[in-house]
């Protein structure tokens, strides 16, 4: 007899979702799904609305693998022994989003475009009978600045007479909610969404609100209504969870509609606006340290550097407004764009979408960053985790001088990230102590970097990398160092 084959590598799935669990293997990205799901996946992949959603990259594209290749894949012991504990009944193939990202990473603007996604997804299937029932902005991952829903297990089979919307609360929680406190309070979603998986609650927010406010749309209905009435409900009352079936299809579709077009008119109120302005967003046209001559030579170095090295996959850290992350969209290269002003990557989706550029902007500090979150902090992996070699080309322009002096973390430090990072090139701008915007942000204690030099830079980047060129900043003690990584 046979010996089965050795498993090839751990595997990691999800398992909150009864009807299956999503896995990774060899690079594909996989979904076993048991009898729970198996009718309700079918019904969505042969319904109109599903064609058509995959076609246009609103739903992930999603294939059934045939019996020859599910035969293939078990002869994996861990994937056999994961497809026999989840009562697997077919196996899926998604095709792969290149860099996944977390609500909690995303900006306003994105939370608002994931919302909206999703009211449209549940609008579109109610003239095939289908039905959406989780209503969480972890369903969506962005391709670029474009939203894309990626768990095809959410659509179930309707009762035609089922006028409710089970998810609308998650809706509420995970969305609207969120926007909310981001319009009102200014607060980031990564101080609403990193430790609150499912959102923020009614009665949080009521706690921050005044009197006035909590009569006024939206506060009124999102907050206000759901305190006060969450009160006279008894905790164990499982009845607002109940269908209400009605003998008439066309009524039930049509105040399921009815509600799902209240909750956009509600999302709309909270559309982020273009135009808000904070500490950062003016920086690329005032107090730069860069004469219009000289910010054209840099943005040359810049995109003759990712030209020459036809770079693929940029990382921009601190971005701003994208500037240089639209140079290497336009070459044809894939941009993750890191800052931590969520207004300044307001201005950078905005554009990107309008262009159609492939940037994705995402909040993130990468002196502090994204940690992993979840059950045994497994479930949502950290920043760095799903960074780390990623990257043919990192740009590190006029960024790491708040690193050393803001964050207080060494260069040597620095530079050992982005060797962690880039697999390639590294395009970096090295600023001097006596630089005005460095001693601006000393406060008068210029003597903790006094022993940063060219020199230091060139050494500790040594040890990673090789300089390509180098290239003065005229007028200035800058420098630009087009750098290429050590094989």
């Keep these: 007899m046979s010996q089965p084959a050795p498993p090839t590598q751990a595997i990691t799935a999800s398992f909150r979702d009864p009807a299956g669990s999503l896995f990774r293997y060899q690079g594909r990205v996989l979904r076993v799904v048991n009898a729970i799901g198996v009718a309700d996946l079918e019904a969505f992949l042969a319904s109109p609305a599903g064609r058509k959603s995959m076609a246009a990259g609103a739903v992930v594209p999603t294939r059934a693998l045939d019996a020859a290749e599910c035969r293939e894949l078990l002869a994996d012991i861990s994937v056999r022994e994961l497809y026999d504990a989840r009562g697997g009944q077919m196996i899926l193939e998604h095709e792969q989003v290149d860099f996944p990202s977390f609500p909690y990473e995303w900006n306003a603007e994105m939370l608002h475009a994931a919302a909206l996604l999703t009211l449209d997804l549940a609008q579109a299937l109610l003239a095939d009978g289908l039905g959406l029932k989780d209503g969480t902005p972890y369903n969506i991952l962005f391709r670029g600045p474009e939203p894309v829903f990626i768990d095809v297990l959410s659509f179930e089979r309707r009762d035609p007479g089922d006028a409710t919307w089970l998810p609308y609360a998650q809706f509420v929680r995970t969305f609207l909610l969120p926007l909310l406190a981001n319009q009102a309070y200014g607060l980031g979603l990564d101080q609403t969404l990193t430790t609150r998986r499912d959102g923020l609650e009614p009665e949080e927010v009521y706690r921050w609100t005044k009197p006035w406010q909590r009569l006024r749309p939206p506060f009124f209905g999102l907050v206000a209504m759901p305190t006060w009435l969450g009160g006279k409900h008894k905790q164990d009352d499982t009845s607002i969870y109940r269908k209400k079936l009605l003998s008439d299809p066309e009524k039930a579709r049509y105040i399921l509609d009815h509600l799902l077009n209240g909750l956009r008119r509600t999302l709309q109120r909270l559309k982020p606006v273009a135009g808000t302005h904070s500490v950062w967003s003016d920086y690329m046209t005032t107090n730069n340290n860069y004469t219009a001559d000289h910010f054209q030579a840099k943005q040359r170095f810049v995109g003759e550097a990712l030209a020459e090295f036809r770079s693929r996959r940029v990382l921009d850290v601190g971005c701003n407004t994208g500037h240089f992350s639209a140079i290497a969209a336009r070459s044809g290269a894939k941009v993750v764009a890191l800052d931590y002003d969520p207004v300044v990557l307001g201005d950078v989706w905005r554009n990107a979408r309008q262009e159609k550029l492939e940037i994705l902007p995402l909040a993130v500090n990468v002196t502090r960053p994204s940690p992993g979150t979840g059950w045994r902090n497994l479930e949502c992996a950290s920043f760095l985790d799903r960074a780390r070699g990623k990257f043919d080309a990192v740009l590190m322009l006029a960024v790491i001088h708040h690193m050393l002096v803001t964050e207080r973390v060494p260069l040597a430090d620095i530079i050992d990230l982005a060797a962690e990072l880039t697999t390639n090139l ?39 990398f090789e300089i390509v060129r180098m290239q003065y900043v005229e007028g200035t003690t800058r420098r630009l160092y087009l750098l290429r990584k050590r094989t």
Excluded: K, W, Y
């Excluded at 600023?431 to 060139?458: I, K, N």
């Design 426 to 464: 590294l395009v970096i701008e090295f600023v001097a102590p006596d630089d005005s915007m460095f001693r601006r942000l000393t406060r008068g204690r210029e003597e903790l970097h006094q022993d940063l030099t060219p020199e230091l830079f060139e050494t500790l980047a040594g040890r990673h």
